[in-house]
């Protein structure tokens, strides 16, 4: 017998608290959460539903929020949910990236495998998955997660890049390198044909706004 996919999350979802909970992880909106101070982070599970197979497919996300970063974003991108808003994050990845040699997802049937996948979840938070949650925490190592060349592995496009990289400079109190930032952004989103290059001017007005900027993009 199938059980329903609502059940499996929430045998999950209460596993992966028991599991985690020791660590400083709360259980919400559908993922575990850690604060600490202004930084958030996520450990997200993400299900995929196979109803002909009688199964369900796990696997993880992680994520880092810097509520500083996001909240100009959010103000941005005022059509999100509210429940979006709230869980838009500043870079992550997927915990298989992180353990490319291990099992990257879990077969879900019934409790007692959410409960196997939950206890092996937190092994390779350990083994891995910690680390980049606390470097994640570091602006300068998100800093240097945007500078690799394969750097939309760290699950953001141009756009998401676009939006947040400058103000990472800002933060670490690096105005005039932030300043220089948006332009090589806009320039970038230019060369990539991206949807957000017909804005991204108006999303730099709003950011000198809200930071009391010089004007930064001139014709």
């Known amino acids: 017998m199938c059980i329903p996919l609502k059940d499996?999350?929430?045998?999950?979802?209460d596993e992966l608290k028991n599991a985690?909970?020791?660590?400083?992880?709360?259980?919400?909106?559908?993922?575990?959460?850690?604060?600490?101070?202004?930084?958030?982070?996520?450990?997200?599970p993400v299900f995929a539903d196979r109803r002909k197979e009688n199964l369900t497919v796990l696997s993880v996300n992680l994520a880092v929020r810097h509520d500083n970063i996001e909240?100009?974003?959010v103000e941005f991108l005022s059509d999100l949910g509210k429940t979006d808003k709230l869980k838009i994050s500043t870079v992550g990845a997927s915990l298989a990236k992180l353990s490319p040699d291990t099992v990257s997802d879990w077969k879900l049937v019934d409790s007692v495998s959410c409960k196997h996948a939950a206890l092996d979840i937190q092994?390779?938070?350990?083994?891995?998955?910690?680390?980049?949650?606390?470097?994640?925490?570091?602006?300068e190592e998100i800093l240097k997660f945007f500078a690799e060349k394969d750097w939309r592995k760290w699950y953001q496009s141009a756009g998401g890049r676009a939006l947040?990289?400058?103000?990472?400079?800002?933060?670490?109190?690096?105005v005039e390198e932030a300043a220089?930032?948006?332009?090589e952004q806009y320039r970038f989103l230019e060369e990539q044909d991206d949807l957000l290059f017909?804005?991204?001017?108006?999303?730099v007005s709003m950011v000198e706004r809200e930071l009391g900027l010089a004007p930064i993009l001139t014709k």
Do not use: M
């Open 8 to 13: 499996l999350k929430r045998y999950l979802l």
């Open 20 to 44: 985690l909970g020791s660590y400083g992880f709360v259980g919400k909106y559908g993922l575990l959460s850690k604060t600490e101070g202004s930084v958030k982070q996520f450990v997200q």
């Open 71 to 73: 909240k100009i974003v």
């Open 123 to 139: 092994k390779r938070l350990i083994a891995t998955g910690f680390d980049f949650l606390d470097r994640s925490s570091d602006l």
């Open 164 to 174: 947040r990289l400058p103000l990472v400079y800002y933060y670490l109190g690096r």
């Open 180 to 183: 220089k930032s948006f332009a």
């Open 198 to 203: 017909q804005r991204y001017p108006e999303y």
